[in-house]
């Protein structure tokens, strides 16, 4: 059964900090791997998606690597924005199409 | 282009009473998934749909739970009698093909309060 954790739970920046939170999942047969950014009474919006024969993606200051044989992955936010500041959710895809998330990790990013 | 809306947004009901969410999925969009969160626990997966097929639904918790969608449009998810236990956000999302490399686009869920 596959299981996603992330790290840390929550984490708080002063503005302009980079910084990194880290997913780990425990089966590496997974044909991708999302990173979702979920805002309060808000939607999931999807950051980014790594498919499992690549290593990384980019989408403006959002960086996510991926080692699917150590079973991890990174979310790299550079120069940090308190518009930044919302739940980071991780989670893979394997069987048909189904998510596996976790718990996510919830950044505050203070002006 | 529309995203995927859910219906209610907030729904408070008492144990015991019957409540249906409903989902509409972007157009044109043949999957759609059900998921929920429960609180201090990850999102998970309850089922999907391709078109008006349930293609996998071994995430449903129980047989209180039953969820539709006639004719490939619409669906909903009915939860009949509600336990405390239901309580959560339920999302709704939905993709337009099975392949890696498609996300799914998720509706802004139904937080759903049993007292």
């Known amino acids: 059964k596959q299981e996603v954790t992330q790290i840390p739970a929550a984490l708080s920046v002063p503005e302009g900090e980079n910084l990194v939170l880290n997913c780990s999942f425990t089966d590496s047969a997974i044909y991708n791997l999302q990173w979702f950014r979920q805002d309060p009474g808000k939607g999931l919006t999807s950051l980014l998606l790594i498919q499992s024969s690549q290593r990384e993606q980019t989408s403006g200051r959002l960086n996510a690597s991926l080692d699917k044989s150590s079973g991890r992955s990174t979310l790299y936010i550079a120069a940090s924005q308190p518009g930044d500041s919302a739940t980071y959710l991780c989670a893979v895809t394997s069987g048909y199409s189904t998510l596996t998330f976790g718990k996510g990790t919830m950044l505050l990013v203070s002006p | 282009e529309a995203g995927v809306t859910q219906f209610p947004s907030h729904s408070v009901i008492e144990k015991g009473q019957t409540v249906t969410l409903r989902c509409d999925p972007i157009s044109g969009h043949d999957n759609l998934y059900w998921y929920r969160r429960v609180m201090g626990k990850e999102i998970k997966f309850l089922l999907h749909?391709?078109?008006?097929?349930?293609?996998?639904e071994s995430g449903m918790p129980n047989n209180r739970f039953l969820a539709e969608r006639t004719g490939g449009t619409y669906s909903t998810l009915k939860v009949q009698p509600a336990e405390l236990e239901d309580s959560g956000v339920y999302f709704c999302?939905?993709?337009?093909?099975?392949?890696?490399?498609?996300?799914?686009?998720f509706g802004p869920g139904t937080r759903l309060t049993v007292l």
């Open positions: 749909f391709v078109k008006e097929s349930k293609q996998d």
């Open positions: 999302a939905s993709s337009q093909q099975l392949v890696s490399t498609d996300t799914q686009y």
